[in-house]
């Protein structure tokens, strides 16, 4: 199981502004290893953040975004102590899912 | 210990509501795991077939996106990218690098009451044509900017 996510929610006026960073290799399928061997893709292919039942991000990833992907984004509607919950799922068919409480 | 414990209760949790779903017809078996995930845009080679496999027939150049993102990145393997946009309606904002292998990076796709606004890093194998991507109003407009790299990303 991947390690956890480091979530930060803050209230920034109305809304609520996420940055999140994902442990991942995020391997591209392009590299070799010192054997001359390709090492296979692993990457994060869905992350999805909801808040309240609502999904205020959904993204698809290809093997291009970097390790340890970082997203930064703001929505509106949060409030102080609600949740915001992130999911990934790699193609590996790996997941992980954290949540986070939203700060004043 | 305990932490692992949790999650491996919550992976069952979720693969029994993910089996529920099949066995009520409500997903097909391949999509339960993997999610939508559009393959054929993530292996599209340029600007203008990637824009294809994504549905559109085509994208206008328009001057409310911005994308920030340094002009020289030294470091191909993490070069921050930030797009924002003043388009209403939009829907979905999609980063692409025209000279890595495949075009599209990612794709973000914004609900209402999320601002047009993202920022990710990514991996650039070469200086490149960094392409931002949006669709508004049922339409793909779109933004470039040039993005020099020091040390490839993508090497190895």
């Not at chain 2, 080679?45 to 993102?69: N, R, Y």
């Not at chain 2, 599209?104 to 990514?122: E, K, Q, W, Y």
Request: some cysteine.
């Amino acid at each position: 199981m991947a390690d956890p996510m480091r979530i930060r929610a803050n209230m920034v006026g109305d809304k609520v502004e996420v940055k999140v960073l994902i442990a991942h290799e995020m391997e591209t399928g392009l590299r070799k290893d010192a054997n001359g061997n390709t090492i296979p893709a692993h990457f994060i292919r869905n992350v999805t953040v909801t808040h309240s039942g609502k999904t205020v991000l959904s993204a698809q990833w290809g093997t291009s975004v970097s390790r340890n992907p970082f997203v930064h984004f703001r929505f509106k509607g949060g409030k102080p102590g609600e949740k915001v919950t992130i999911t990934w799922i790699d193609n590996g068919g790996d997941k992980r899912t954290d949540e986070a409480n939203i700060a004043a | 210990m305990d932490s692992k414990r949790r999650d491996v209760l919550k992976a069952g949790g979720g693969a029994s509501v993910l089996a529920l779903a099949v066995a009520a017809g409500l997903l097909k078996p391949g999509e339960a795991l993997a999610q939508e995930w559009n393959k054929s845009a993530f292996d599209a080679k340029t600007f203008a077939d990637t824009v294809k496999a994504l549905g559109g027939g085509g994208s206008t150049e328009s001057k409310d996106i911005q994308i920030t993102a340094p002009e020289i990145a030294e470091n191909g393997a993490v070069v921050p990218i930030s797009v924002e946009t003043k388009l209403p309606k939009t829907r979905s904002i999609a980063i692409m690098i025209e000279k890595n292998p495949n075009a599209l990076s990612a794709n973000f796709d914004i609900p209402d009451g999320t601002d047009p606004f993202v920022t990710t890093r990514i991996k650039m194998a070469q200086t490149s044509n960094v392409y931002a991507l949006v669709k508004a109003d049922g339409k793909y407009f779109h933004a470039v900017k040039e993005i020099k790299v020091t040390i490839g990303g993508c090497g190895g």
